[in-house]
T-cell receptor, first 109, second 113 residues
Framework: EDQVTQSPEALRLQEGESSSLNCSYTVSGLRGLFWYRQDPGKGPEFLFTLYSAGEEKEKERLKATLTKKESFLHITAPKPEDSATYLCALSTGFQKLVFGTGTRLLVSP | DSGVTQTPKHLITATGQRVTLRCSPRSGDLSVYWYQQSLDQGLQFLIQYYNGEERAKGNILERFSAQQFPDLHSELNLSSLELGDSALYFC????????????FGQGTRLTVV
């Protein structure tokens, strides 16, 4: 069964304190790995898509990487406005996204 | 703004009732997906339509149904509502049939009392 596990469940950082979020997955045929950001009560906001091991993508303070078994979302020098829940999702051969339960990130000033 | 529009934003209804949630996809997107998000379960895929046809089905209850119309907007119908159906319901759209980035609406918060 296709499965996504995100860790940690929650992470508290000081402004400027870099860290990484982990997304481990098991899938029969990976068609893409997606990262989303979700603010409370809002819809997920698309961040990145990664398709193959070794691929990396960057956007502002965020960088996503992919291996054959996991993906990392690196946050460099975070700011309070980066506080949100970060969701990882797999796209499989069955046309749907399988989501992890997310990492709640809180960045304090 | 993702370009995906969902209405209504909030809905409060009684057990046993039926409601309809509406979604307008981004201009040019042919796929519409419905997801349910509850506090204890995270985002659960319900169903996908592509250009008017059902393409994939997830954990959608028999009391729930959906359709995509010729103008590509979609409706999710929830009937015989139970307290446990209270959740955020999200619609997402994408250009292709799958495996491409999907853009989410702001959701409909359904409360069943």
């Amino acid at each position: 069964e296709d499965q996504v596990t995100q860790s940690p469940e929650a992470l508290r950082l000081q402004e400027g304190e870099s860290s990484s979020l982990n997304c481990s997955y098991t899938v029969s045929g990976l068609r893409g790995l997606f990262w989303y950001r979700q603010d409370p009560g809002k819809g997920p906001e698309f961040l990145f898509t990664l398709y193959s091991a070794g691929e990396e993508k960057e956007k502002e303070r965020l960088k996503a990487t992919l291996t054959k078994k996991e993906s990392f979302l690196h946050i460099t020098a975070p700011k309070p406005e980066d506080s949100a829940t970060y969701l990882c999702a797999l796209s499989t051969g069955f046309q749907k996204l399988v989501f992890g339960t997310g990492t709640r990130l809180l960045v304090s000033p | 703004d993702s370009g995906v529009t969902q209405t209504p934003k909030h809905l409060i209804t009684a057990t046993g009732q039926r409601v309809t949630l509406r979604c307008s996809p981004r201009s040019g997107d042919l796929s519409v997906y419905w997801y349910q998000q509850s506090l204890d379960q995270g985002l659960q895929f319900l169903i996908q339509y592509y250009n008017g046809e059902e393409r994939a089905k997830g954990n959608i209850l028999e009391r729930f149904s959906a359709q995509q119309f010729p103008d590509l907007h979609s409706e999710l119908n929830l009937s015989s509502l139970e307290l446990g159906d209270s959740a955020l319901y999200f619609c997402a759209s994408s250009v292709g049939k799958g495996n491409t980035e999907a853009f989410f609406g702001q959701g409909t918060r359904l409360t069943v009392v």
